[in-house]
């Protein structure tokens, strides 16, 4: 491979668990990925976590713990969810590494060594927030458009970074590269902003107010500014400054964002590198808000949606391609479940399930259970000619992917799925196969679907990779990824890549239908008074106190060999313990991982199936089922029940 892609996530901060909103950009990356390598491209994909700040240490300090601590946990969730959700990356980075801290100091000090940092004393509007200072026609109404509180004014003396001596510059660059900010609006947003005067970027606190940040290299009584250090990770995961990764990979760089952050990366950090010497990004790709029944997204409205619940319910797949395909790049879009459940119902349960159960049913029920040699000179007359549309259909879904719009290129793909299922009908085999006389006919149209199937394969593998897998195992191919032949994107652009002869296997349900929920449950049915198990023996409060009962956040789950009902569960409870949890029939081990659970936590250990057991998970347990007792909110690991 000699054409590189270079592709980044913000590093999200450390301060929450992942949201639906860092899913979506993580897995937008990950398909971007994948398709660039659908076109031989090298690619490397970098996540990771933002470390230091003051919310940080303010968080870990709530829990008695280091800040170190904390990252460390927090940090550890992000890197562990990715791969659940089918995410590859090439590079998982923390502004914690020493490599990157090396990288700040360096970058920091050839910007100080070239006069662009001075030191002065500050007085304004500081957002406690958002760790930053406010200008007064930034706020709304007074206040953070953020968080909605009012500014501290505060004075101190810190450093600042010159950004207003690269204005113009900025300003010229990004009109003689007009797709440097994408989509469009986005790049007018930061134009327009850079029409006001650019105020230089205090980029350091003094340690008497925060030292968990990595210290100026030049000042060592001040370490420097979140977004100073966090922006920095892009150059310094990939080896800068002499590194062969950077030298491959930076030259191609696009970073991937959300709107809300397009601030520090449109304007702070093309200035940052143009002050170092450092060539600027190829593109900033910038995406809209998810909203939940139109509201924004957060923690204190309570709902915020957890990745990894809505892949145990409806399916890793079906949930990345409802990201993928809900979403038009660049605005904001609406999630809910009713929603997820009518695009899985829809389109993967009809369109493309049905499509794929029929066509493989047909092959193997007319044919010898092999491809077919077809000669498309005898398939039926008809307007619908898949041939030429799967051309057409291959070229509109490359032209969109490029610019991330994916929802745009599966529509393209989902019109083909919705032409092969007419042609189908048109074609109608079942009707071929009764006449033997027909029989060139029949294999060529079993071919035209058998082929069809394989473009689709193809096309929907960035989004739904495990699908493609299924899809080509059926088929006979070798191997149903973005690097195999089958699935390489020149490969599709070409008709007849399918070889007659190639065993084919049964037809599966790729997507089973989905209920949605109830809007209005019934009222649960009372259970006769005779089935409450009779109340314990009083004791005093003193002796339940004994019982050390805490919450816990479930880490790992995996099932115990040659048990049908112990799961070995790893468990947070402020330290890691090792806990057998007799709920293996009830739950499944990926359920539980991040789910917040009661522990018994000093009862004496006990050994259950070779594996020693410190703690006791609390539920509720009737002859019909089981519940593990957990608690209506998150709360630190470790807080103790009264």
């Excluded at 668990?17 to 490397?44: K, Q």
């Excluded at 400054?241 to 191609?252: N, Q, S």
């Excluded at 991937?256 to 790709?285: E, F, R, S």
């Excluded at 957060?298 to 319910?313: E, I, Q, R, T």
Aim: hydrophobic share 40%; net charge neutral; aromatic share 10%.
């Amino acid at each position: 491979m000699t054409d590189p892609y270079y592709l980044t996530t913000p590093i999200y901060y450390v301060n929450a668990r992942p949201h639906l909103g860092h899913a979506y950009t993580t897995i937008m990356a990950d398909v971007a990925c994948r398709f660039n390598a659908m076109r031989r491209r090298e690619t490397f994909l970098l996540t990771g976590t933002d470390e230091h700040g003051d919310k940080i240490m303010k968080a870990a300090a709530a829990e008695g713990i280091s800040p170190k601590a904390y990252a460390d946990r927090i940090s550890g969730v992000f890197r562990e969810l990715w791969p659940a959700l089918n995410i590859r990356y090439s590079r998982f980075i923390r502004t914690t590494d020493e490599g990157h801290k090396q990288v700040v100091r360096y970058l920091l000090t050839r910007i100080h060594d070239a006069g662009d940092i001075y030191f002065s004393e500050y007085e304004g509007l500081y957002c406690f927030g958002c760790e930053r200072f406010y200008g007064e026609r930034e706020l709304v109404d007074g206040k953070c458009p953020d968080h909605e509180t009012v500014p501290e004014k505060i004075k101190e003396s810190n450093y600042f970074f010159r950004m207003g001596k690269y204005q113009q510059w900025l300003i010229d660059h990004i009109h003689a590269n007009p797709d440097f900010i994408r989509p469009e609006s986005y790049r007018n947003e930061i134009l327009s902003f850079l029409k006001e005067p650019l105020e230089d970027l205090c980029i350091s606190r003094p340690k008497s107010r925060l030292d968990w940040g990595i210290t100026l290299p030049f000042d060592d009584r001040y370490v420097t500014y979140v977004w100073f250090d966090a922006l920095a990770n892009y150059i310094s995961a990939i080896g800068y400054p002499d590194g062969e990764e950077f030298k491959k990979f930076w030259p191609v760089a696009q970073h991937l964002t959300a709107k809300d952050i397009i601030k520090p990366h449109g304007i702070y950090w093309p200035i940052m590198l143009k002050a170092a010497g450092i060539p600027v990004y190829t593109h900033l790709n910038v995406h809209g808000f998810w909203k939940i029944d139109q509201s924004k997204m957060s923690k204190s409205l309570g709902n915020v949606v957890s990745p990894l619940a809505m892949k145990d319910v409806y399916g890793l797949d079906a949930f990345r391609y409802f990201l993928c395909r809900e979403m038009t790049f660049g605005l904001d879009a609406s999630f809910s479940e009713d929603a997820l459940v009518d695009r899985i119902n829809a389109d993967l349960a009809n369109d493309i399930g049905n499509l794929f159960s029929r066509v493989l049913a047909m092959a193997i029920k007319y044919g010898d259970g092999t491809v077919p040699a077809g000669d498309p000179a005898l398939l039926p007359q008809s307007e619908l000619d898949l041939r030429e549309l799967a051309g057409r259909t291959v070229s509109e879904y490359e032209k969109q992917m490029t610019e991330f719009h994916t929802s745009k290129a599966l529509a393209a793909v989902w019109e083909f799925i919705g032409a092969m299922n007419r042609f189908v009908d048109y074609s109608a085999p079942w009707v071929l196969a009764k006449d033997a006389s027909r029989k060139k006919a029949l294999d060529a149209v079993l071919y035209t679907l058998l082929e069809g199937l394989r473009v689709i394969a193809g096309l929907v593998s960035p989004v739904m990779p495990d699908t493609a897998g299924i899809m080509a195992r059926h088929l006979g191919l070798s191997s149903g990824d973005e690097k195999s032949a089958a699935f390489d994107l020149e490969s599709l652009k070409i008709w007849g890549k399918l070889p007659p002869g190639t065993p084919l296997l049964p037809p599966v349900s790729l997507f089973p239908r989905v209920e949605k929920k109830t809007p209005h449950p019934a009222e649960p049915e009372k259970k006769p008074a005779e089935t409450v198990p009779q109340i314990s023996p009083e004791i005093d409060f003193d002796l339940f106190l004994k019982t050390d009962l805490r919450v816990g956040t479930v880490l790992t789950a995996e099932k115990i060999p040659k048990s049908k009902k112990l799961l070995r569960l790893t468990v947070d409870i402020g330290e890691t313990r090792t806990i057998v949890a007799g709920i293996a029939e009830r739950y499944a081990p990926e359920a539980l991982v991040g789910k917040q659970v009661v522990i018994a936590a000093n009862l004496k250990p006990v050994k259950l199936m070779g594996v020693e057991s410190h703690g006791m998970v609390l539920a509720a347990v009737t002859d019909q089922q089981t519940s593990v007792v957990t608690v209506d909110r998150e709360v630190a690991p470790g807080t103790r029940l009264r």
